[in-house]
Every structure is written in structure tokens, then in C-alpha cells.
């Protein structure tokens, strides 16, 4: 540790020749008309200081290292804390600290917790194993967290002593290394790389802040600009060789997107990872904070991506998952950044309409909590999220500051989109966001137009599940035929799927705008022992804390009125030809011995409180016979 501290001591005395005079940065005055947000964000940013600084604590009983996570050294035990850091350095930083409201002085945030949780850090890059006994160096995604760290440093500038900060722009050195010699990675189906490759350009990014006078510093720019092209370019920019900004995409290895710039992720077409682009995309702010003109590069193809974004947009900032969320559902703080940085710097009016949603619903979820944290901790299952928000808002702050007048002239996108390569269709009215997804996922979706979307995004909604004598899951479901036929605010759908090889069923689906009309026939092509059929099933969201929902769900069905409260367990079944849930209306005719069921859940999954309400459910006592009708099964919802 001796030598590593000398080799340290010597980098720090070298450090006017690795550019630790570092680019200088400065805000403008906020505009009168944003200054409220403004001003009320950074409380809320505040408050979310407090909350994590409750969860800050000593390392192996050595007061000069700290952190709040366990000692481990990949993603949920580095980037949280790095989070954070750089959270706590914004506050240190900008804006006229709160000192009442995060509950310590600027002072103490600085030498009881952001230097030490930056020596905890920085130790354990290469030179102290976490306590998992391994460094967090050369991973995965260890160049993000050193971003952050980087970031950090590059706000706090002399406030560091020269020996933290030699260690910082050690690490970063490092991690930019890792790509010297490396080509951007290319996914279309599955699994995108535009996630990571976007978060990879960062390290370059924040070099080039931090040591400007580096030998390096052409490199690590000329890096930038191509991992940050790399991430978000289709297919079609690359075979057509299309040059931006000097760089011909061409010599790229393939795209990460599609065409219709939709993207995979987690096997499905996912809105969350279309939102990724804002990891390079939030270094804007870093260009103009440095009275620098703001590269086109980092606007490629970004406005294309946001439109598709719009039209997954629900009231409230928030979104819908044509496809199925596997992540947290109500992410609307998230995405509270991108809305801003394409009102800001993208010039979209529609983006600051959506910011000011997506914000509103932020106060109202921080107002929840006496301990100031915005997500409640079963809103979110993945440990980054509570610093990760942290980040978010700060930078939304501080573009807020280069946001012009900007008119709020919002247009409601209305009617039917196809995304073909995504294979998705959406239905857009005043009161359904109707959704097909006809790909790795095929699930049908109506999304209520409103801040109560009842309906949950859960994966194979509208499908549901056919089930064999004493099998462990589902048959699976496999895309057999699709016919569209589409006009400017409907479309309808045959649509053939198989369960298994044993079960074939064929929908006939019209998405109205005011209705949803599903006619579902279920034939079985083998001879089988079936256990259930489960079809027509839906996932209904049902939370207690979620502010735009009210705890319970009542259904009324053939003169019988009953609650469901939320987490309660309850399980309800019944046999009716309509059924009024809330708000929402279905309308039932049916073949066969079937029955609905609704089953109210006892926990948290996913972030969310989802209950299911299966219209179409049928046990069997008997083998079926290839051939035979198993259902024949209508209904409409509507409002």
C-alpha cells in the first residue's frame, strides 16, 4: 500500500501535465419561467440527499472509507455508490445548498461522506479487494461507474485533495484503455449493445474533461464520437455508409437498432432501453456548461428514437409496454431527464409538456415519504435506482438552465402506428392506448389513456396460458399467422398462435377507439391430458401507495358488488356475461364450461402491485382429442 500511495503522490505532482487544470465550467442565470421547476427540483433532489445519506456507513470500522451499500464489487455494490457520490457532488457544487433539508453543512457532506465513500472507491478499483474479495476494475460496466466517479471529481475540482484526485484520473485512465484497441459491439435481435455502447462512450467523455492537456486527448475525443454513433445507428446507416460529423458509419460493424428505430432488449421491444440513448445524450449540458457548441453527433438519430417514445407516452410522463415490463412500471422520474434534454436541447415542445408531467408526478411521490425518497422501496427491486433518480434530476437542474423560451404547444398523437420491425401496432385515442406485439413476446394490451391505467403490462396479457396434467409452467407460445389490416384509428387483427404443438388459438381482434373487440377460438391439434386453460387473462394493477390509484379494485358482476383490497389475496370466481372493474367495462359470450377469475396478489413483484383477472378459465377432467373446440370466447372492453 506504501508504493501504491508514493506512485499516487508522484501522479499528483504530474498532474498540470495530465491536464488537472481540467475544463472550466459555469452555469448561466436561469430563465424566469423555468426558475419554479427549477427551484423545487433541487429541493426534491435535496430531500433525496437525505434519504441516501441515512444509508451511508463506516467500512471494516475505518472512518476514512465509507460507503452504503455491501462490500461487493459488481453493479448493485460500485454503481450506487458512485451514484450517489456524484449526486452529493452536485450539491456541493451548484445551486444554494439546503443545508436544513439534506440535514448536514456543505462541509460535512464533503469530509464525512463524498471523500471518504471516493476513498472507499477508489480502493477498491484495483489495489483492496470489497469484501466479496475481488476489485471492481475492468468489468462489464465498470466504465460508467467510473464516469460517474470522474463527473464527481471534475464538480468538485479543488475541493479534492491532489492525491484523490490523482486516483481518480488514474481509474479513468484506465478504464478508457480498455477500448483502445476494441470495436463497438452489434446486437439487433435479442439483446442490443446501444445500451452499453452508450454508457462505454462516457469514459472517453469524461477524460477529456478531467485532462484536457493529456496526450491523449485527441484519441479519447475521436472514441467518443464513435462509440457514441455506434450506439444508437440502424441497420440502414450503416449499409448506406451515411457520414456524421466527419464519420462514416459504414466502417461500423452493424447496427444496434432497427429501422423503424425501435430496439430489442431483455428478448423484447423495450421503451426503457429506447430512453438509453441519454446516457451519452446528458453530456449536451457538459458542452454548453463549457461554452462549447453542442456536437450533432450526440443528436443522432435522438428525435427519431423520441417519437416512437411519444407514442408509448401515457398522461402522466410515464409510458406503455406494448411488449411487457420486466422492470419497474412506474419509472416516471426517470424519464424526466430525457424529457427535459429534448425540450432543452432538441427544441421539442411536446418533450417539455411531457416534462411537466412526468415531474409533477415526482412531487407527488416524494410527498409520500417523511424520509425524502422519491421510489418507495417496492417500487424498485434493483439497488441502483435510489442514486441513480439522484443523478437524473440533478442534470435535468442543470439543463433547465439552457432551456429557452419554449411554447407548450403539445399535440396528442392520435390513431394507429406500426412499428414493422419492432411488429408492433398501437392504437392511440382519448381513452385506449391499444397495443399487439406479434414478436419474441405476443401479447395484446388495452392501456387506459389515463393517469389510472388499470392494466398492467404483464408479459402474454391477452394470451394467457395453456396448461398440461402436471406440468411445471405454461405451454409456450409461438406466433403461427398474423393478417393486419389497418385505417387511421382502427385496426383489425387475425392473429394465430400455438401453444405447444397441442393447442392452436386464433384471435380476431378490432381495436376501436373507444373499445377493445376479441373473438378467441382454442383447438386442440394433438391428442393431450390438458390441466386448465387460462386465456383472455389480464394483469390489473392494485397498490395501496401508487399515487394515481386508490388501493382497491371493485368488480360488480350479475347483482354482485365486491372489493378487492390491495395485497389482499383474494381470489373471486364467478360466471357472468359482463363485469364492470372500476371504470372499465367487459361484455362476455362464451361456448363451453368456463368461469372468470380474479386473483387478488399478497406482494410486490416487479416494482408493482399486479393482480389478474382471468375472463376465459377452465379446468378439465379429461383428455382432449386433436381437432376438438376446447373455447370458443368473445368479449369487449370498453369504458
Known amino acids: 500500500m506504501k508504493i ?20 472550466q465550467f459555469q452555469l448561466p442565470e436561469l430563465s424566469g419561467a423555468y426558475r419554479p421547476m427549477a427551484d423545487e427540483l433541487y429541493h426534491i433532489i435535496s430531500r433525496q440527499a437525505h434519504y441516501r ?39 456541493y457544487r451548484f445551486g444554494d445548498y439546503e443545508e436544513k433539508t439534506v440535514g448536514i453543512s456543505k462541509e460535512e457532506l464533503l469530509t464525512e461522506y463524498i471523500i471518504p465513500m471516493i476513498n472507499y472507491v477508489t480502493a477498491t478499483y484495483e489495489s483492496m479487494p470489497t469484501d466479496d474479495g475481488r476489485c471492481w476494475n475492468k468489468q462489464w460496466q465498470s466504465a460508467h461507474w467510473a464516469y460517474s466517479l470522474g463527473k464527481a471529481t471534475w464538480y468538485l475540482g479543488e475541493a479534492l485533495p491532489e492525491e484523490l484526485k490523482a486516483k481518480v484520473c488514474y481509474l479513468v485512465r484506465k478504464e478508457a484503455e480498455r477500448f483502445y484497441q476494441s470495436e463497438p459491439p452489434h446486437r439487433i435481435k435479442n439483446d442490443t449493445a446501444a445500451e452499453e455502447n452508450a454508457w462505454n462512450s462516457q469514459i472517453f467523455h469524461v477524460a477529456s474533461l478531467l485532462m484536457p492537456e493529456n496526450p491523449e486527448y485527441p484519441r479519447w475525443q475521436e472514441l467518443f464520437r464513435k462509440w457514441v454513433l455506434s450506439s444508437y445507428v440502424t441497420e440502414a446507416d450503416v449499409r448506406e455508409g451515411k457520414v456524421v460529423d466527419g464519420f462514416n458509419l459504414g466502417t461500423l460493424g452493424g447496427g444496434n437498432i432497427y429501422d423503424d428505430y425501435t430496439l430489442e432488449n431483455h428478448d423484447i421491444v423495450h421503451p426503457d432501453y429506447m430512453t438509453a440513448f441519454i446516457l451519452s445524450f446528458q453530456t449536451a449540458v457538459d458542452y454548453r456548461m463549457t461554452q462549447r457548441e453542442i456536437p450533432s453527433f450526440l443528436l443522432f438519430n435522438i428525435p427519431q428514437i423520441y417519437a416512437n417514445l411519444k407514442w408509448f407516452a401515457t398522461p402522466d410522463g410515464g409510458m406503455t409496454y406494448p411488449s411487457g415490463q420486466d422492470w419497474g412500471l412506474f419509472r416516471n422520474p426517470d424519464w424526466l431527464i430525457n424529457h427535459v434534454y429534448m425540450a432543452a436541447f432538441a427544441h421539442d415542445s411536446d418533450a417539455w409538456h411531457y416534462a411537466k408531467e412526468s415531474f409533477e408526478c415526482i412531487r407527488l411521490m416524494q410527498k409520500r415519504h417523511d424520509a425524502g425518497n422519491i421510489y418507495s422501496e417496492d417500487e ?62 405476443i401479447m395484446f394490451l388495452p392501456t387506459l389513456n389515463a393517469p389510472d391505467r388499470v392494466f398492467d403490462a404483464s408479459l402474454g ?15 409456450p407460445v409461438t406466433l403461427k399467422n398474423i393478417d393486419v389490416e389497418s385505417e387511421k384509428d382502427a385496426y ?110 399478497s406482494r410486490y413483484k416487479a416494482g408493482r402491485a399486479t393482480d389478474v383477472l382471468t375472463l376465459n378459465f377452465r379446468e378439465f377432467s379429461r383428455s382432449v382429442h386433436k381437432g376438438e373446440i376446447l373455447s370458443e370466447f368473445a368479449y369487449t372492453i370498453s369504458l
Open 4 to 23: 501504491k500511495n508514493l506512485i499516487f503522490l508522484i501522479l499528483a505532482s504530474l498532474l498540470p501535465v495530465y491536464g488537472w487544470c481540467s475544463i
Open 53 to 91: 445519506l441515512q444509508q451511508v456507513r463506516i467500512h471494516r470500522g475505518h472512518p476514512d472509507m465509507k460507503l452504503l451499500t455491501p462490500s461487493i464489487h459488481g453493479e448493485h455494490g460500485i454503481r450506487p455508490n458512485t451514484g450517489a457520490i456524484l449526486g452529493f457532488s452536485f450539491l
Open 380 to 441: 424498485t427491486e434493483f439497488p441502483p435506482t435510489q442514486s441513480d433518480i439522484f443523478v437524473y434530476l440533478a442534470q435535468a437542474w442543470q439543463a433547465l438552465h439552457f432551456t429557452q423560451a419554449i411554447k407548450d404547444d403539445w399535440k396528442p398523437l392520435r390513431g394507429v402506428r406500426q412499428f414493422k420491425n419492432g411488429k408492433i401496432l398501437l392504437n392511440k385515442s382519448d381513452r385506449f392506448i391499444h397495443s399487439l406485439c406479434y414478436g419474441n413476446q
Open 461 to 475: 396479457s391477452g394470451i394467457g396460458n395453456v396448461w398440461l396434467k402436471g406440468a411445471e409452467s405454461p405451454l
Open 492 to 601: 383489425k387483427v387475425r392473429l394465430t398462435v400455438m401453444h405447444g404443438s397441442q393447442v392452436e388459438a386464433t384471435y380476431f381482434i378490432q381495436a376501436l377507439p373507444e373499445r377493445l373487440e376479441v373473438k378467441e377460438v382454442l383447438k386442440a391439434t394433438e391428442d393431450c391430458n390438458l390441466e386448465s386453460v387460462q386465456t383472455a387473462r389480464f394483469g390489473v394493477l392494485n397498490d395501496s401507495q401508487w399515487i394515481r390509484e386508490q388501493g382497491m379494485r371493485t368488480l360488480e358482476y350479475e347483482g354482485q358488488k365486491q372489493t378487492v383490497r390491495a395485497l389482499s389475496g383474494k381470489v373471486l370466481e364467478f360466471q357472468t356475461g359482463w363485469l364492470n372493474l372500476d371504470k372499465v367495462k367487459f361484455h362476455i359470450s362464451k361456448s363451453g364450461n368456463s368461469q372468470c377469475r380474479y386473483e387478488g396478489t
